[in-house]
């Protein structure tokens, strides 16, 4: 761990590595929604509206994991202080919420035929919505903290004590009396049936390897704008130093 955390072997690792997952991620994500929308048969129950299930679950996915790697940079931050820790979890964080809300809107589009309203204060619904707000909290105050000069150590804490909520979403349909249905998917089981279970994981890993190569474009480019900015610095000092000649410089003049 502690090799990879340099930022010349990280780049380096991100230049070939990015590629590869933006292209096969698109390819697989593509495929897979395609494959959901145009040749997953109607459910039994839910109809067509089944189909928004291969764009609603990977973004559930997505909004909920990318908190849980803000918390594990969050944690490297102030336990390790990797110098990429931070630069990793500011990457993390606008994507994530993307997908956060990408996640409360199809959401609601499925839920108006389902339930008959586009919302209610489901405790699935109102968690996820507690994490949106999260990710627009902490965004603020990393751009605060960039913008003041202040520790990132704040930010770190702030995702930290904001990952509790991730439990709190997973377990929401299983603690309260839920519209929201119950997990569909557990470990070594699941109640969905084939026809739509394969699909749908595609989509999963497919929206996955895309999350992952624009959290490496985003570090990148933050990485990029801290070099630029050091070399201005480093530009404006230089200008800034004395220029001309001291006191040993022998003196002009005849004899």
Same mark, same amino acid.
């Given at each position: 761990?502690?090799?990879?955390?340099?930022?010349?072997?990280?780049?380096?690792?991100?230049?070939?590595?990015?590629?590869?997952?933006?292209?096969?991620?698109?390819?697989?994500?593509? $495929?897979?929604?395609? =494959? +959901?929308?145009?040749? *997953?048969?109607?459910? %039994? /129950?839910?109809?067509?509206? #089944?189909?928004?299930?291969?764009?609603?679950?990977?973004?559930?996915?997505?909004?909920?994991?990318?908190?849980?790697?803000?918390?594990?940079?969050?944690?490297?931050?102030?336990?390790?202080?990797?110098?990429?820790?931070?630069?990793?979890?500011?990457?993390?964080?606008?994507?994530?919420?993307?997908?956060?809300?990408v996640?409360?809107?199809?959401?609601?589009?499925? $839920?108006?035929?389902? =339930? +008959?309203?586009?919302? *209610?204060?489901?405790? %699935? /619904?109102?968690?996820?919505? #507690?994490?949106?707000?999260?990710?627009?909290?902490?965004i603020?105050?990393?751009?605060?903290?960039?913008?003041?000069?202040?520790?990132?150590?704040?930010?770190?804490?702030?995702?930290?004590?904001?990952?509790?909520?991730?439990?709190?979403?997973?377990?929401?349909?299983?603690?309260?009396?839920?519209?929201?249905?119950?997990?569909?998917?557990?470990?070594?089981?699941?109640?969905?049936?084939?026809?739509f279970?394969?699909?749908?994981?595609?989509?999963?890993?497919?929206?996955?390897?895309?999350?992952?190569?624009?959290?490496l474009?985003?570090?990148?480019?933050?990485?990029?704008?801290a070099?630029?900015?050091?070399r201005?610095?480093?530009?404006?000092?230089?200008?800034?130093?004395?220029?001309?000649?001291?006191?040993?410089e022998?003196?002009?003049?005849?004899?």
């Amino acid at each position: 761990m502690h090799t990879y955390a340099n930022p010349k072997r990280f780049l380096g690792i991100a230049k070939w590595l990015m590629p590869l997952l933006f292209w096969s991620g698109l390819a697989l994500s593509a $495929g897979a929604v395609a =494959w +959901g929308l145009a040749v *997953v048969p109607p459910d %039994r /129950l839910m109809g067509e509206s #089944v189909r928004i299930l291969f764009i609603h679950v990977p973004a559930a996915w997505l909004g909920m994991g990318g908190w849980a790697g803000i918390a594990i940079s969050s944690a490297m931050l102030l336990i390790w202080k990797h110098p990429l820790a931070g630069i990793s979890a500011r990457a993390i964080a606008v994507p994530g919420m993307v997908f956060t809300a990408v996640c409360l809107a199809t959401g609601s589009i499925w $839920g108006r035929p389902t =339930w +008959g309203t586009w919302w *209610v204060w489901d405790g %699935r /619904l109102t968690s996820m919505l #507690v994490l949106l707000f999260l990710y627009a909290g902490y965004i603020a105050l990393v751009q605060a903290t960039t913008r003041e000069g202040g520790s990132a150590k704040i930010a770190a804490i702030f995702g930290l004590v904001g990952a509790v909520n991730i439990p709190i979403i997973n377990r929401s349909v299983v603690w309260w009396n839920s519209l929201h249905q119950p997990p569909s998917i557990t470990m070594g089981n699941s109640a969905i049936d084939g026809v739509f279970l394969m699909p749908l994981l595609a989509a999963v890993v497919g929206f996955s390897l895309l999350f992952g190569a624009i959290v490496l474009m985003r570090m990148r480019a933050i990485i990029a704008e801290a070099q630029v900015e050091a070399r201005l610095k480093r530009r404006a000092l230089d200008d800034d130093a004395p220029r001309g000649g001291g006191a040993g410089e022998p003196a002009m003049g005849g004899a």
